[in-house]
């Protein structure tokens, strides 16, 4: 055996981090041993780590330039044997003029082998001796010792910093837990008892920590209904979770709608469900709220449409109306009382009176109707409304009248309240045939916010109640109560306009109407109408009807449109004695008016075609001849602002069609006010 040559100069190569161990190492002293045992002047210890090849002890060379040995490692690692290969080898593979190497496996427990101990020589050698080829393998043997000595002691620092981590991640999850905001409870998978809970759910539920865990969950769980048909839950699994509406009980037995996010866990070793629990109380109602809200706007706007729809028709057959009434009227006068001819007229009078009716509830729900809103005092409409409701509605049915104290005046049209009213009343005694009690009561009511309700806007308003004691409405007849045509009555006993009229006239007046109703038990309208600005209220005032009236002997402008209507209007004037002049438009008007005729009083159409509208022509007529009296007459109103509110303008409106004693009696009226 010779000594290790030294070291021949080679360029230095840049030593890479994490380099091996070379002597003072285990691996080390292994391969300074090999060398020894063969008198080499290079060995290196190698363990293979995939895609490289990881010198871990070296002799005579630079841990950085050992890789160059790759080839023999390799060969070691592949055959697992001792290479001898003692001869002459000229492979140029080998680096540093090697020409002799001998090489033994690193082996593991299980006979794997992970690298190898490798010895060169630049000198060609014609064999290797047994001892010193069993002495080699020895080495190797010590080096897979020392590397399983390696890997067991990085295993135990693997597990320290495990643990070290494991700890860390309960300690974020422990306080992510309690501090959590949300209710959450951890029960067991099969016993289902709580096995933790964090302060939310128990202040949520109303436990200390030492009742709540351990409870099972039925004692905080209502069972639904119908059990059966819950879903079951999920088999419990890695990454498996379900949501679950349910109804929960706190420890005061209130329960409350729950919201329940359950996720599968593993706590305390044993399958578990951690669940995040939300009150949803608050959310459920809201959404009730927004349902409901959607339902009753729906309803509005369906009842505005058909009410589009109905105006137009209905405003046709005023006109109508008003010519065959005053043409029946006229005729009336030529034929003697109890004459066959008077009877027939009579009868046709009936019939387009009843037609008017209908007309006049249709444009009330289609809101056109002219309105003619007066302050009123609401009691003593109604007071003189119960003496004769409560002679006409029937024997088996009492009523009864409760007005509230210090009532605010309604702005609104008595006669029209009157037919509201009224059509309640009728409504309340046909839902009660074996008899009751229909209360009609008034009170003040201020609304702040119209939360829920579209119709209602915040204001002031007089409440005028009708209760009775009769059959009550189911949902789908209160859902279609108000639809003009919608009735549950037999052919000819309702026209189901009723509450139409009710509806539109609470609406064209400002104000609103809701109806509450319990099936078997009775049924209230509330009917919400607007407070009038002013305190002093007028006496209502209903035309006079079916009379000739009043006549005269001024002389008066008649502005309407429709021929048919006009010429009515000129023959009853004419008729009461008065002098008339006629126009067609507003702009015949004008040039009537600038001319030299007198003119004590103009009676014009409210709506008429051609520019002028009646209240413009008012205006322009007032700057011509001031002091000039104006009557309007319209069976239609744009809306409820046309004619604008006032103190007389309900006065100076006559609504069609309007019978001759009327009209009669308000021109007298117009005339004989003063100044
Ligand atoms: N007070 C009430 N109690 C029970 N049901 C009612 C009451 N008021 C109205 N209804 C129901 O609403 C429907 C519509 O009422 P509405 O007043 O619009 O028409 P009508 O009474 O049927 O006919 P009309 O009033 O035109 O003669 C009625 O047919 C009835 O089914
Ligand atoms: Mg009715």
Redesign the pocket.
């Known amino acids: 055996m010779t000594e290790p040559e030294a070291e021949p100069a080679r360029p230095a190569l840049p030593r890479p981090p994490g380099a091996a161990a070379t002597s003072g190492s285990v691996h080390g002293d292994i391969a300074m041993l090999a060398a020894r045992l063969f008198a080499a002047p290079m060995s290196l210890v190698a363990i293979a780590a995939p895609p490289r090849l990881q010198v871990v002890g070296v002799c005579g060379l630079a841990a950085d330039e050992a890789g160059c040995a790759e080839v023999l490692v390799e060969t070691a690692v592949r055959d697992a044997t001792v290479v001898w290969d003692a001869g002459v080898d000229d492979r140029p593979v080998l680096p540093w003029g090697v020409r002799f190497h001998v090489t033994a496996p690193i082996l593991s427990p299980d006979g794997r082998a992970l690298g190898a101990v490798c010895v060169m020589d630049r000198t060609p050698r014609l064999g290797v001796s047994e001892p010193q080829a069993g002495a080699l393998q020895a080495l190797a043997r010590l080096a897979g010792a020392e590397l399983e000595r390696q890997r067991q002691a990085a295993d135990v620092t693997a597990h320290v910093q495990t643990e070290a981590q494991l700890r860390e991640r309960e300690a974020s999850f422990r306080y992510l837990f309690d501090q959590n905001p949300n209710p959450m409870v951890v029960c067991a998978v099969r016993s289902f008892r709580v096995l933790a809970a964090n302060e939310a759910a128990l202040r949520l539920y109303g436990y200390t920590r030492e009742a709540f865990v351990g409870l099972s969950v039925d004692n905080i769980r209502v069972p639904p209904p119908d059990a059966a048909a819950r879903p079951p839950l999920p088999a419990h699994g890695p990454g498996v979770s379900f949501v679950r509406v349910a109804t929960h009980r706190r420890r005061s037995g209130a329960t409350f709608p729950a919201d329940i996010r359950a996720s599968a866990i593993v706590f305390g070793g044993r399958p578990a469900w951690l669940t995040v629990v939300r009150d949803i109380t608050d959310q459920q109602r809201a959404q009730a709220q927004l349902a409901e809200a959607e339902a009753k706007l729906r309803q509005s706007q369906k009842l505005e449409a058909i009410g589009h729809l109905t105006g137009g028709i209905a405003h046709d057959f005023n006109n109508l109306l008003t010519v065959i009434l005053g043409n029946v009227e006229l005729l009336q006068e030529s034929q003697p009382p109890d004459s066959a001819g008077a009877e027939l007229l009579a009868v046709v009078a009936r019939a387009a009176e009843r037609g008017a009716d209908l007309t006049s509830?249709l444009l009330s729900f289609a809101r056109r109707q002219a309105l003619a809103p007066h302050q009123v005092d609401v009691n003593a409409l109604l007071h003189k409304m119960h003496a004769l409701l409560a002679r006409s509605i029937g024997e088996h049915i009492v009523t009864a009248f409760a007005p509230g104290a210090d009532l605010w005046p309604a702005l609104i049209d008595p006669a029209q309240l009157e037919t509201a009213v009224l059509?309640?009343v009728?409504?309340?005694r046909?839902?009660?045939p074996d008899g009751g009690t229909i209360t009609v009561s008034t009170r003040n009511v201020s609304i702040d916010s119209a939360a829920g309700q579209p119709d209602a806007a915040p204001g002031d308003y007089v409440l005028v109640t009708?209760a009775?004691t009769?059959?009550?409405?189911t949902a789908d007849?209160?859902g279609?109560?108000?639809?003009?045509f919608?009735?549950?009555?037999e052919p000819g006993?309702?026209?189901?306009?009723?509450?139409?009229?009710?509806y539109g006239f609470a609406r064209q007046s400002g104000g609103h109407v809701r109806?509450e109703?319990v099936p078997g038990a009775?049924?209230r309208?509330l009917l919400h109408l607007p407070r009038a600005a002013h305190e002093k209220p007028q006496a209502p005032d209903p035309g006079e009807r079916g009379t000739r009236g009043p006549g005269g002997h001024e002389s008066i402008l008649v502005v309407e449109d429709d021929a048919r209507v006009r010429a009515i209007v000129e023959a009853h004037l004419r008729g009461l004695g008065y002098h008339v002049l006629v126009a067609g438009n507003g702009i015949e008007a004008l040039d009537i008016l600038m001319g030299p005729a007198r003119i004590d009083l103009m009676l014009s159409d409210m709506v008429m075609p051609g520019g002028l509208t009646g209240l413009q022509l008012s205006e322009q007529a007032l700057r011509i001849r001031p002091g000039l009296r104006v009557l309007f007459a319209s069976g239609y109103s744009q809306d409820a602002l046309e004619p604008p509110h006032g103190q007389d303008d309900g006065k100076r409106l006559l609504r069609k069609p309007y019978r001759r004693g009327e009209l009669a009696a308000r021109i007298r009226e117009l005339l004989d006010a003063p100044g």
């Open positions: 509830q059509n309640l009728v409504n309340a046909d839902a009660m009708v009775d009769g059959t009550g409405m007849v209160l279609r109560a108000f639809d003009p919608f009735t549950t009555k006993k309702g026209s189901g306009l009723g509450l139409s009229m009710v109806i109703s009775g049924t309208v």
